[in-house]
């Protein structure tokens, strides 16, 4: 891989290391929108997004922040024409084979969250794969939202309490958030701190509605394709700006 010298690898310097979120989750929207401004078909401005996501990755390793989230195909897409969605399946697969060597090299400790009993199976191999190999990493926390829908999640919880509680196995004064949370995609895993939407979109579109009751939110104009450091370095700076009082007031 070349690295470009102009790449801000260091934290800004306008940053304040202690006040990093821990964790960022992003929608990342767009990239039909940009393909359409430069005469492409949609798929290319995904195509496009992988390397934005790429980069992503790499700067919170850079600046030191320990989880990234990426929504990467929603419950709803698959009311996309046939021909995106079997591109995007195809898509995925391409680059976790591709990228496994270098999340080894990075120490990228790889996750999905979703529905992956529907996916084609030949990228539920490649998903166990990767997630399997890069189980002892110690780096970045990286988990890839696909075929996820916060509802879904939210119902399968549901399910499988519902189901102690039948068996006997639970008593309905035990359900409480912790035993909740333990139930979801995201079991173990930290809230995101903040959430960022590109392409201008003021909507969750159904993305971890439990688990962003309290993340700090984002939006940029910019559409996923475009998305770059600077543009992160902006929704960092945005967040140290915030007072996250979660409810309380201060003495
Ligand atoms: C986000 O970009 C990627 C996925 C949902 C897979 P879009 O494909 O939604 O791009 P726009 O919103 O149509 O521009
Ligand atoms: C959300 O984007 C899903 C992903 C980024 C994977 P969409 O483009 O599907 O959302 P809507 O349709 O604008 O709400
Ligand atoms: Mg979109």
Same mark, same amino acid.
């Given at each position: ?8 690898? !260091? ?13 960022? =989750? ?5 990239? /039909?929108?940009? =393909? ?28 030191? &922040? ?17 021909? !995106? ?16 060597? !270098? ?19 030949? *990228? ?7 997630? +399997? ?11 890839? =939202? ?14 499988? &309490? ?7 196995? *639970?008593?309905?004064?035990? &359900?409480? @958030? +912790?035993?909740? @949370? ?5 079991? /173990? ?10 392409? #201008? ?13 309290? =993340? ?30 979660? #409810?309380?007031?201060?003495?």
């Amino acid at each position: 891989m070349t690295v470009n010298p102009t790449i801000q690898r !260091e934290l800004p310097a306008d940053l304040v290391r202690d006040r990093l979120p821990r964790h960022v =989750a992003v929608i990342m929207d767009g990239n /039909g929108r940009w =393909a359409k401004r430069q005469g492409l078909p949609r798929i290319m401005g995904h195509r496009r997004g992988v390397d934005t996501l790429k980069d992503m990755l790499r700067c919170c390793k850079d600046w030191g &922040i320990s989880a990234l989230t990426a929504y990467a195909f929603s419950t709803e897409n698959w009311g996309r024409p046939l021909e !995106e969605v079997d591109f995007l399946m195809t898509l995925f697969e391409r680059v976790l084979r591709q990228e496994l060597r !270098e999340m080894m090299a990075e120490e990228v400790q790889i996750h999905f969250v979703g529905n992956l009993d529907a996916l084609p199976k030949s *990228l539920r191999e490649e998903i166990q794969r990767s997630m +399997a190999e890069t189980r002892n990493n110690t780096g970045i926390r990286f988990t890839v =939202a696909t075929n996820y829908g916060g509802r879904q999640e939210i119902i399968q919880a549901c399910r499988e &309490i519902a189901t102690k509680v039948q068996q006997g196995h *639970l008593q309905p004064e035990q &359900i409480d @958030e +912790a035993l909740f @949370e333990r139930h979801l995609y995201t079991a /173990g895993h930290a809230d995101p701190d903040l959430l960022i939407r590109t392409s #201008g979109e003021m909507r969750i579109s159904n993305f971890l509605l439990w688990q962003v009751a309290y =993340a700090e939110l984002y939006v940029t104009n910019t559409l996923w394709p475009d998305f770059d450091r600077n543009e992160f370095h902006r929704a960092l700076s945005a967040y140290q700006q915030r007072d996250r009082r979660f #409810g309380k007031v201060k003495v």
